[in-house]
Each structure stands twice: as structure tokens, then as C-alpha cells.
């Protein structure tokens, strides 16, 4: 339904065909995703972490060392900033392509926030 509201069909050659809309949309996603990754590496840089696994998981290898209490608290801090960018991301997404969707606003902007 989407794809089909957006004209994002391949050819056989596969090239997509997208008008001004489709490529509103994708800017839009590919901007939204470029904010998410910079927030993602940030956290990573301020805790150390290697990998995006660790950041979802909350089991962060390198701190194995540290006694189990602030092992806990370490991690479940790592883990709720991870959350709270994951459900950030999500919602203004979502909103977007509701409000897109239902008329409420003309083309999607790629000046989106994950602050707003």
C-alpha cells in the first residue's frame, strides 16, 4: 500500500521510478537514520562500547571486572539510554508517516530532530 502510494516499484533494470514524493520519503527515512546512528555512536564513545549487540543487550563485555552492583547499574543505565533513543526514533517516524499518510502535512521534511 505504501509502496504503491509512493510509486516505489522496480523495474527490470532495478531502478525505481519515485516522484517527488518517494524521494521526500526517503530523504526524510535516510535523514531520520543518520540522527539515530550519531546518537548511537555517541553512547557507544561515552561508555566504550565496541559493538551495537552490546548497547541492545545491555551485556557489555568489558565491564566483567567491575563488582555486580555497579555492573548492574552500569549496564541498565546503558540500557535505558538505548531505549529511550530506540522509542524516540520510532515515535517521530511514526508520527511523520501517520500525519504524511492522513493529509496532514504535504511532503516530509528532512530537517526532523530526534529532540523535538
Known amino acids: 500500500m505504501i509502496a504503491a502510494k509512493f510509486g516505489l516499484y522496480s523495474d ?3 531502478c525505481h521510478n519515485l516522484d517527488d514524493e518517494g524521494i521526500s520519503c526517503i530523504r526524510f ?7 539515530y546512528d550519531e546518537e548511537l555512536l555517541s553512547i557507544m564513545n561515552k561508555y566504550k562500547v565496541k559493538c551495537e549487540g552490546e548497547l541492545v543487550t545491555g551485556c557489555i563485555k568489558k565491564f566483567h571486572r567491575l563488582d555486580k552492583r555497579r555492573q548492574h547499574d ?3 543505565a546503558i540500557r535505558r539510554q538505548f ?3 530506540r522509542n524516540t526514533t520510532r515515535k ?4 511523520k508517516v501517520h500525519e504524511h499518510c492522513n493529509g496532514n502535512v504535504g511532503r516530509y521534511t528532512s530537517d526532523v530532530s530526534l529532540h523535538e
Open 29 to 35: 527515512a535516510v535523514s531520520l537514520r543518520e540522527e
Open 92 to 95: 517521530t517516524f511514526f508520527c
Open 74 to 76: 552500569l549496564c541498565e
Open 83 to 85: 531505549r529511550e533513543l
Open 12 to 14: 527490470a533494470t532495478g
